[in-house]
């Protein structure tokens, strides 16, 4: 187990209700509320080297409407965190970006907080609304499922290298300006019959498959050469992350409702991930090693 997950198994323990935990969104039924939030640090997450004010605002908002759209819910409100060693020309720069892209997906922005640290630090609280939608879950795939995707995968990792090479191409603008599928996953939340499981490839492909398998107790069959991907890298293709596509375990009854889905493979009865009938372990991104 990695240290992230060590870290959530024990806050898990420590809280005397924990219901709300396990997905990337918290679901508060009673207001059809989804919730979600995340943390950017710089030299963690991001560079002063490479991305401008305007692309670090852009990515931090854009990764967090990620996690409502991977939980079948419309985006509506934010909070925004912002600190470092800032002054005006950052501030407008960076807002004018939150603006842009708020103004793109229909969010308002509703608050936050300003203050001065050392480094960079992009904290965004995200709320979205799941009214007449059937939510993901984690927990929901199930023997017989179709595990299907949408969009491209080690993209980005290839892009994050390139970066730090100083290079300007297709993958470096693909890590810095990730693409997202709100028509789609709204979409499938207003016309599934069954309930299903559903993510964004923050942390990787791999990760993805592994989540699911674990909360939902399935095994997930991949064929890799189904994975599409613009890449030759078998490893940043499973586990670079941060391509932000979107990784499904639907019954075959939904499956067949959206084309724009690509099949790589099947959830069967046991556990573990196996590509190509090996058996594969996380090794993706660890966030605190």
Partial sequence: MNKEADFLKTISLCLSDNTYLGNDCAYIDKYKIAISK????????????????????????????????????????????????????????????????????????????????????????????????????????????????????????????????????????????????????????????????MMDSSDGLLDCLNQISEKSNVKIEIEFDKIPSKINDKNLILNGGEDYSLVVCMDKRDFIKFPELIQIGLCSKGTGVYIDNIKTEFEGYKHFE
């Avoid at 692309?55 to 600190?83: F, H, M, Q, T, W």
């Avoid at 939150?98 to 229909?106: E, L, M």
């Fill in 38 to 197: 995340d943390i950017l640090i710089e030299d963690v997450h991001f560079s002063t080297s490479y991305m401008t004010p305007s692309e670090i605002a852009r990515k931090a908002l854009v990764v967090n409407i990620s996690d409502i759209l991977a939980s079948g819910a419309v985006p509506e409100y934010v909070l925004i965190g912002l600190s470092g060693k800032l002054n005006s020309e950052f501030i407008e720069e960076f807002y004018k970006s939150i603006n842009n892209v708020a103004k793109k997906y229909n969010i308002k922005i509703i608050g936050g907080d300003l203050t001065k640290s050392d480094k960079i630090v992009v904290s965004i609280t995200i709320l979205g609304n799941y009214e007449n939608k059937r939510i993901s879950s984690r927990y929901n795939a199930k023997n017989g499922y179709i595990t299907a995707v949408i969009g491209e995968f080690g993209s980005s990792a290839r892009g994050l290298l390139d970066l730090k090479e100083g290079k300007n191409n297709y993958f470096t603008e693909f890590h810095k300006n990730p693409i997202l599928y709100p028509d789609l996953s709204e979409k499938i939340s207003k016309n599934t019959e069954f309930d299903y499981a």
